[in-house]
């Protein structure tokens, strides 16, 4: 199917819905060139990301995070928003579009001019101090992992989608973790690790969105986190009308009510030309 009809498809969609919600995965930013972790099928392509427990109890974990970290930021940080981003904002400036939820972490849905987006699974921008709660900037570590930790030797590498780089078995012998300045406790990105839970406030505010919509439509994402799938399930509880676009199978495929198979990022532009 062309990306016209596909875009046709979406238009009929959104025809009828004045309160859209916009639910939207890594689909959205590869055309950004940050990969994303699963496959049409929804199964893992690369390795999955750290978990919650094993960066928590575990120093060499932290040290292999931050490692892969310092190489991949700088990429990431630099990422543009693509036509996905764009045409979104562009959709809610027109009040076609009521709200974002992404399971992103790269902000770039902001960086096009999205004004409501709530970040489910947190902002890789900033980093938590565990120990006292204190909010840093992740540009500030990154001087700071670049001053005590030199990675010029390595040079290719792949990004992968939460800004660290894809190094198998990195060298950790010397490497210094980074810590808090305040009070020298574990810093971690101020996200959502697997395994770890979404904040009960944004876990609420999330249902409260889907709870005002009269229509949820699900974008470059399997939903295969359940974070975001249980926002999906509840819409369908709630009998509001639910669509995806995305290049493979989803979670909530029996819940859909209209399914397009197509890249997001081609289908919004095209979109976009016929709305904006």
Sequence with gaps: MSYDRQAEELF???????????????????GSGISDYRDAKGSWKIAPPIEHQDFLRSEKARKRYWFRSQLGFPSFRNAKPNQAHVVLAGLEEKGLVKAVVTQNVDRLHQKAGQQKVIDLHGRLDQVRCLDCGQISLRAEIQDWLELNNDLTQIQSFELRPDGD????????????????????????????????SVPQVISQETQDLVDSSDGVLVIGTSLMAFSSFRLVRRAHQRGVPIASLNLGVTRADDLLNQKIVGDCVQVLEVLGRKLL
Excluded at 167 to 186: A, M, R
């Design 12 to 30: 009929s969609f959104m025809e009828g819905v004045k309160r859209l919600l916009v639910i939207t995965g890594a689909g959205c930013s590869t």
């Design 165 to 196: 780089a894809s190094i198998d078995d990195p060298d950790l012998s010397s490497f210094q973790e980074p810590n808090c300045v305040k009070c020298g406790g574990t810093l971690q990105p101020d996200v959502v690790f697997f395994g770890g």
